[in-house]
C-alpha cells in the first residue's frame, strides 16, 4: 500500500542502500521521480558513492558519527547489584533518599537500564535461562523512566515499582 497508516506520511527505512544492484537502483529512482502519496525514504549507507548520482542529488545527507560505548562506573554496578540483594527495609531507604534527590533520578535509572542491558547481552550469549527475566527487568525500568519522565508519577512510587 502506498498510504500511510496512521500518519501524513509513509516512511521507508532502506538499511545498507550501497548493496542495491543497478537494476534495483533503477527502479528505485523511478521510485523517487514518480513518488505515489508522501513519502519520506532513509538511505542508511556507509558508502554513499555507490549509489547512482542521481540518487544522492534527489537526497539530503546526514553523518552519523559512531561513538565509544558509554563505561558505567563500577559504582553504580555495585550499588545496583547490593540493591537487589537488598532488604525491603534498606530498598525504602534508597528509594526515599533518591525521591528528594528528583533531578538526579533519570541519570540513575538510565545507569542502572545501562548494566541490567549489559548483563542481558552476556547472559544471551551463555544462558538463555536468564536472559528473560532480565529482559523484564530492561522492560519494566524502561517503562518507569517513562512515566517518570512524562506523568506526575512520584519518584518514590515509581522506584517502589522496580521491587
Known sequence: SMTAWNSKYKIALLRRAH???REAQSAFLKLLEE???????FLLTEYPDMLFETIRSRAQEFKFYSFSQ???PGDVTREFQKLQR?????????AKNLSDEPECIDDVLRQWISVLRKALHEAARKDSERALPLSRSVSTMQEIQFLLRTTNVGV????????
Open 35 to 41: 513518488p505515489k502519496g508522501d513519502a519520506l525514504f
Open 19 to 21: 548493496s542495491m544492484n
Open 86 to 94: 537488598a532488604d525491603l527495609h534498606m530498598r525504602f531507604s534508597y
Open 70 to 72: 558509554m563505561q558505567i
Open 156 to 163: 518514590f512510587a515509581g522506584l517502589l515499582y522496580i521491587w
